[in-house]
């Protein structure tokens, strides 16, 4: 039995996809099934399977899938693939249609344009390694801040940080 789905709201239906059960919630085994919902025809729709096991956010009147294997968008019912990111980071956010992958641990970054279908890698952080820290995306600028050493012994509570202006869109 599934306990718990990944949905979203693109403006015009629901979208449903994924899950995991207490048994496979940590597993690669999480089910894979997507759907939408039509609220103004009270009618499911069963979409392909998604291509990885990953969250789904809205994107304009559409939806990204982002796991460890990189993104896919929700296209004309269908999962088009991203291009491979150039930095290993977490998923931070969409803002005025770019994407933003931020380092955790290492502070380097990446922003997808969807417009171009490209990546642009972000300008070398000031800030050391660190884990646990706050990062925040506007669309135009990247704000990173606090967190701990990486490391156990001893383990450091920054207390400083970095912004940097990417630039509209």
Known sequence: QVKARDSVWTGREFVVAGGASERTMMEETRPKDAATYDPSK????VLPDVPFTGSI?????SVLLWGPQGGALLENREWKQLPAAPVKALFRGVKQGRLLLYGEGKPVGAIYDFKSGSWTELPKSPLSDRVYNVVHWDGESVFDWGGWTSSDK???????GASWKIGAK
Not at 42 to 45: L, M, P, R, V, Y
Not at 57 to 61: I, K, L, M, S, Y
Not at 154 to 160: L, N
Request: glycine share 0%.
């Open 42 to 45: 009270d009618e499911w729709t």
């Open 57 to 61: 956010h809205p994107h304009e009147r």
């Open 154 to 160: 001893p383990r450091i509570h920054f207390k400083d």
